[in-house]
């Protein structure tokens, strides 16, 4: 897809601040620095419309960004990272699960996950969770191109089997660095819109 207009409308913390209208949106979902804000910027060829952080636990509201008009990818706040309070990462699991279960605009999740490690219990409770919520979910293995390339489909069964995940769920393997799977992504969330 080409990307000719992508803006962050709102960051939202709760329903009533959720962007008005039926537009379809995609979520992304994925451990602190897992690479969800470089995911998002290379797939819309921005430098900096997504803000990336070397400190994780960055992301603390639902990040709406309208792509041409048509859609919005919504950038959720990542999990996993232990120097958030108990009391914030409580706050952050309402927001999540008022926005997963409630929202019916969303049509699927990207579940961004790094290839160079088996998934972590965190990531497999994500998967779980979606999974219960009866949501598409597709699995964006970043950071591609810091394994051999031989080794890829390795990597890429062993996600899927420590996710346990449906057959029908598709599993990308991605670069932000080299674009490495990028038309991939962009074929299946194609498919939601």
Known sequence: MKV??????ISAVSQKQYPGGFLPEIALAGRSNVGKSSFINKLIQRKSLARTSSKPGKTQTLNFYKINGLFYFVDVPGYGYAQVSKKEREKWGQMLE?????????????????IRHEPTKDDIQMYDYLKYFNLD???????????PKG????????????????????????????????????GVIKQYL
Not at 98 to 114: G, H, M
């Open 98 to 114: 008022e926005y997963f279960q409630t929202r019916e605009t969303l049509k699927a999740v990207l579940l961004i996950t790094d």
């Open 4 to 9: 000719t207009n992508a803006e962050i409308t």
């Open 151 to 186: 080794k890829k489909e390795q990597y890429l069964k062993r996600t899927r089997k420590v996710l346990q995940m449906d057959q029908t769920d598709p599993v990308i393997a991605f670069s932000s660095q080299t674009g490495e799977g990028k038309e991939a992504a962009w």
């Open 137 to 147: 979910v597709i699995v964006i293995a970043t950071k591609a191109d810091k394994i």
